[in-house]
């Protein structure tokens, strides 16, 4: 399937999400979004996409952006804006939502981030008038090829570091200046057009700005939920892999016997359950902890999606092997959550840098500080 139909096909599932609430999460009820307990609005984003994403991983990426971007604009948009958004969003089921952020050169030190002039973003905003022009690029976008409505980071004061010099703007589709450049043609969750956007000269109106200086550190909004739910979507990539597997050994017959009734079989399959009950786990610890807003929640959900990018890839390379030959077939399915599997090992940071992340959380002094030059 090309990217345009998987794109005209991908909108149907979104208005079925739309029958059931699911698109909706995230928005204001006031609005017309789908309540939730705010006490457990993590926990159950992590419940809804696991399940999503056992049955299609791009599929959850779609809708999940919706969810995060939403909470995003409910805490740092100004209220017109949400009076304006956040209906149009509601009404219009095929309204995609993304988040702009990775350019080509500065993506895993934006996660640390080294804060020094240098590590900077590329795209600038300057203002000008009663308008913010921004200019730059930005690569590897979730729901880029088709989203509506784009919240843009631009860098707005390059003599300081990316913490301090760094604004987010909420930008329409149809502003002149941006191009949506491409979709990328990702191996894994090919549900979701992954795109790249670039801005010539867009012009933005000055009341469109959500954070003026220190729009990263404001972003941790998105990116805690964003890490639950990124673990979240790969342990429902792990419980798919599994039940497929389960239901393989225990019908294929090799050596006159099932497969399961073979000890190495068995042992593997445990091996599988372990690792998926092992991310279950740390996703509850970690949900939970966001939820309540704990002084460990950085760490543990980096922790989570760190853990559920290594331990799921695992699971899958078990059922490739147990699937022998048939693994690699494209009519058994198992190569595609392979593939679906091995994108969760960078996006939203990669593995080195969650690392440093969760060192970092621990030890902020030392582990957090810039490894260039001493002062
Ligand atoms: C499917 C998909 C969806 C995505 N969706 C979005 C999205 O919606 N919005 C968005 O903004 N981005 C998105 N991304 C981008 C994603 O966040 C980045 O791919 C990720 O942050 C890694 O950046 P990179 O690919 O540029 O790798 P690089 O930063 O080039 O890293 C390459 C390697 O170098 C290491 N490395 C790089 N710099 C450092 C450093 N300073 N210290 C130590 N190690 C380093 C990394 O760990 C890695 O091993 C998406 C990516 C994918 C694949």
Known sequence: MDHDTRGAAAFEHPRAGRRIGVRTLGIPEEFGGTSVDPKEEVQTFAIISEEIARGDSGLADKLVQIWKVSVLLRHVAPRHLQQEWFPRIVKDATFLLAHCLTEPRGASDRWLPYNVPEAAMHTRAVLKGDKWVINGRKQFISNGYDAKL???????????????????????????????????????????????????????PRDHLLVEGNALSKAGIYFRPGKIIQAAKNLGVGVSTFEKTAEYVQNYIQGGRILIKHQAVACCLAEMATKLAAVRAILREASAAVDENAPDADALCNMAKLFASEEIFKVVQHAMELHGGNGVMLDFGIEKLLRDAAIFLHMDGTTDVSKFKIVKAMFPETAGAYAGPEK
């Open 150 to 204: 784009f919240v843009v980071y631009a860098n707005t004061d390059p003599a300081v570091g990316m913490l301090q010099g760094t604004s987010s703007f909420l930008v329409p589709r149809d502003t002149p200046g941006l191009v949506v450049q491409r979709c990328n043609e990702t191996m894994g969750g090919r549900f979701m057009n992954n795109g790249e956007i670039v801005f010539e000269d867009m012009a933005v």
